[in-house]
């Protein structure tokens, strides 16, 4: 079946700007998570959706992030004004019900900041 | 807070030849515990986790690995390494219940010369 998808592949951006990442996950799945890979910090966890429950956002470097998950389905991470450290491979994953599931993961979107 | 450590940030093997990536981690119980694998430009993959029961897991492309808690190690290990295999390796805690954020290590990579 289709896996978790990701877009864009690519995103290349000018500092302070904003841009939208976005990812679909496995059909059924009710968890959604987003990561970030970066080269000095490894893969970190930013932000967590399970269900209609709110977020757990404690991941969330900044205020300059936000994300959101329309209809228990799609969700859009958002960066605001975008610095050089936002640099990073952004990776979803999705899992069938959460907590201590086995997570599986997009592709990426690898953001570079100009 | 758990943390993760992969000691080996980069090995080399030859084809064929046994391997052996060392993962330990630190957590006051028994983890829920995963091994990922990054091919270049792609997404994490699921090899194989432990959840509880036999100590010895079998996984996927011939994987396996063993969790010791006296050790508070989960090593990952195969008989005869092909070339398919090089990649990226992460090891990573999921400590259950609530906390369902998977802290991941930094990753070993790994080369397979022919």
């Known amino acids: 079946g289709a896996g978790v998808s990701q877009s864009p592949s690519n995103k290349v951006t000018e500092k302070g700007k904003d841009v939208e990442l976005r990812c679909d996950p496995i059909s059924g799945h009710t968890a959604l998570y987003w990561y970030r890979q970066s080269l000095g910090q490894g893969l970190e966890f930013l932000i967590y959706?399970?269900?209609?429950?709110?977020?757990?956002k404690s991941g969330l470097p900044s205020d300059r992030f936000s994300a959101e998950r329309t209809g228990g389905s799609v969700s859009t991470l958002t960066i605001q004004r975008t610095q050089q450290e936002d640099s990073a491979v952004y990776l979803c994953?999705?899992?069938?019900?959460?907590?201590?599931?086995?997570?599986?993961f997009g592709p990426g979107t690898r953001l570079t900041v100009l | 807070a758990q943390s993760v450590t992969q000691p080996d940030i980069h090995i080399t093997v030859s084809e064929g030849a046994s391997l052996e990536l060392r993962c330990n981690y630190s957590?006051?119980?028994?983890?829920?515990l995963f091994w990922y694998v990054q091919s270049p430009g792609q997404g994490l993959q699921l090899l194989l986790k432990?959840?509880?029961?036999?100590?010895l897991v079998q996984g996927i492309k011939g994987f396996e690995a063993e969790f010791k808690r006296s050790q508070s190690s989960f090593n990952l290990r195969k008989p005869s390494v092909h070339w398919s295999d090089a990649a990226e390796y992460f090891c990573?805690?999921?400590?259950?219940?609530?906390?369902?954020?998977?802290?991941f290590g930094k990753g070993t990579l790994l080369t397979v010369n022919p």
């Open positions: 957590y006051g119980a028994t983890p829920y």
């Open positions: 990573a805690v999921d400590s259950g219940g609530s906390n369902y954020k998977l802290t």
């Open positions: 994953a999705s899992s069938p019900q959460g907590a201590a599931d086995t997570q599986y």
């Open positions: 432990y959840f509880s029961g036999d100590t």
């Open positions: 959706f399970q269900g209609n429950s709110a977020p757990d």
